[in-house]
């Protein structure tokens, strides 16, 4: 098997059905940071666009998670419309705050990841399974992020060994962390918290859970100069994901839009919202 | 010193070719065809664990037949280049032709370089945006490629099975009859004595051309008496 436009021979061996360890043992070129890193990135976060704000939380048919879509460069405002939430496969979704074109490649690596396991083993990985084999790519990762290139990724998904949604975040030394009910990274994450603890409900719908998570961004784009809000003159609302036992699913921006639309309008009348939500 | 008795290499090649043959005439057959949505692959395979029939890529299906490690280890290889493929470029790079050119040159290389041949033969499909978008690959054991249409039986009796398909099958096809035509004509030439095949003895599987992104589905036991007993 060694001719140029077959298949090379080792692509026949038997051995993990990762994609990760097949690119590390046989392209390492294409994976998306070498093992040593480089130097000089100090301050990068200046000169390379920054991701901000992903809320996730657990409601009673699966989970849902929102990203805002501002990318941020220092003091400018590097994209408007940047996403930053995707679904990872057929029964989970992942977030990325931190450095955005690391991020958004890691997350594509990690959808290859997802598949490539699930095409070899005829079977999808555990949800376990998933959130181990991000946080080993989070760690190979790691001499990147001690130079200030950062990436903070939140997965979520639905769990069908324990029929229920189920969160894990990370920090950038590859620590593989499950939350409770709900969890949001990224710069105005401490408000989206905030926010969350007070209008989160464990038995509410999908629909209240999505509301309940843009109301979590809007009040972390009030406080924190890096979140966007949504943006109804360009029609650019936060990318919602929604995670039951039956998918995963990204919203289109005509089921989203109607949602912000109602929570503004609450807004005008309450500005701090979140009184009546779901009530 | 002793003189190895000379064979001609036609001979060599002879030997080989009928000793892969062989050994994949024993196997039972598989049979892929189009139907209106998609390409329909059917295989007579009793084990739930290990697949005949297997994804590829987003829009492109493999089938096999013959000795199981051998087929495997081509199967895992492809899902490797296509993967490898699709993230060094695009999703929308990784096409039918290319895939089925690479096993090509690799059967075709272990064919005339190693003393033992595969005894697989496979089927490489590549679902379209409509049906006359759609290619079938169907690729021996030499490496010889054959461009199919419609439909394709390999394995044991697929001479007998391919006339049977070719009788019987038309373009547009819904999915149901598609698959009972497929299951009928397993039946009644894939063994010596024609036989009523049950779900239980059927792999199953779809590419749905409606679909995004990933278009491969495995239709389960219930999934396929659902559709084959619905739709008469």
Redesign the interface.
């Known amino acids: ?3 140029s ?3 090379p021979s080792a ?4 051995g993990s059905a990762s ?1 990760v360890d ?2 590390q043992a046989l ?1 390492p070129d ?1 994976l998306p940071a070498p093992a040593s890193g480089t130097h000089g990135a100090q301050g990068a976060s200046h000169t390379a666009p920054h991701g901000t704000t992903i809320v996730a939380l657990r409601t009673g048919e699966g989970v849902v998670m929102a990203g805002d879509r501002r990318a941020t460069m220092g003091n400018l405002i590097a994209q408007h419309d940047i996403e930053k939430v995707f679904a990872a496969d057929d029964l989970s979704v992942i977030g990325i705050a931190g450095t955005a074109g690391l991020a958004v490649e890691l997350v ?2 990690y959808q ?1 990841e997802l ?2 396991y699930e ?2 083993e ?1 079977v999808p990985l555990s949800l376990d399974g998933k959130a181990n084999r991000l946080a080993t790519m989070l760690r190979g990762q790691l001499g990147l992020a001690m130079q200030g290139l950062v990436v903070v990724p939140l997965l979520a998904g639905y769990d069908p060994l324990r029929a229920r949604g189920r969160i894990f975040s990370y920090d950038v030394t590859g620590g593989r962390y499950e939350e409770h009910d709900f969890h949001a990274v990224g710069s105005g994450s401490t408000f989206a918290r905030g926010s969350l603890k007070k209008l989160y409900r464990r038995d509410a719908d999908t629909r209240a859970g999505v509301r309940a998570a843009l109301e979590a961004l809007y009040d972390a784009a009030d406080d924190d100069s890096a979140t966007g809000g949504p943006d109804v003159a360009r029609g650019i609302y936060p990318v919602v994901a929604v995670v039951t036992p039956s998918g995963s699913r990204i919203l289109p921006e005509d089921e989203v839009g109607p949602i912000v639309d109602e929570m503004l309008l609450q807004r005008r009348t309450d500005p701090d919202g979140g009184r009546q939500v779901g009530g | 010193m002793s003189v190895p008795f000379y064979v001609s290499p036609e001979q060599i090649m002879r030997d080989k070719a009928d000793f892969a043959r062989k050994g994949i005439a024993r196997g039972r057959s598989v049979v892929v065809l189009q139907y209106d949505e998609g390409i329909a692959f059917i295989a007579e395979n009793p084990s739930r ?1 290990l ?1 005949k029939i ?3 890529y987003d829009r492109v299906g493999f089938a096999a037949v013959g000795k199981y490690n051998e087929f495997e ?2 199967r ?6 296509a ?2 493929r ?3 470029y695009d999703r929308s790079d990784v096409t039918g032709r290319s895939l089925a ?6 059967l ?3 064919f005339t370089e190693t003393a033992k041949p595969f005894e697989v033969e496979l089927v490489v499909a590549e679902v379209g945006e409509s049906p006359d978008e759609d290619q079938l690959y169907r690729l021996m054991f030499d490496g010889s490629v054959s461009d199919e249409h419609g439909y394709v039986a390999m394995g044991g009796s697929s001479e007998r099975i391919n006339t049977a398909l070719g009788d019987r099958w038309r373009p547009g096809l819904p999915l149901a009859e598609a698959l009972r035509l497929a299951i009928d004509a397993l039946g009644e030439f894939g063994d010596d004595q024609p036989r009523v095949l049950g779900t239980a003895q059927l792999e199953v599987a779809i590419l749905d051309r409606s679909r995004p992104r ?1 278009t491969f589905v495995r239709l389960d036991n219930g999934r396929l008496t659902e559709i084959i007993g619905g739709g008469s």
């Open positions: 098997m060694n001719s436009t077959g298949l692509y026949g061996l038997t994609f097949f690119l392209h294409r594509r690596l290859v598949e490539h095409k070899i005829g | 664990a697949h297997s994804e590829l280890s081509l895992v290889a492809g899902v490797r280049l993967d490898m699709g993230y060094s050119n690479a096993y090509a040159q690799t075709g290389t272990i990933r």
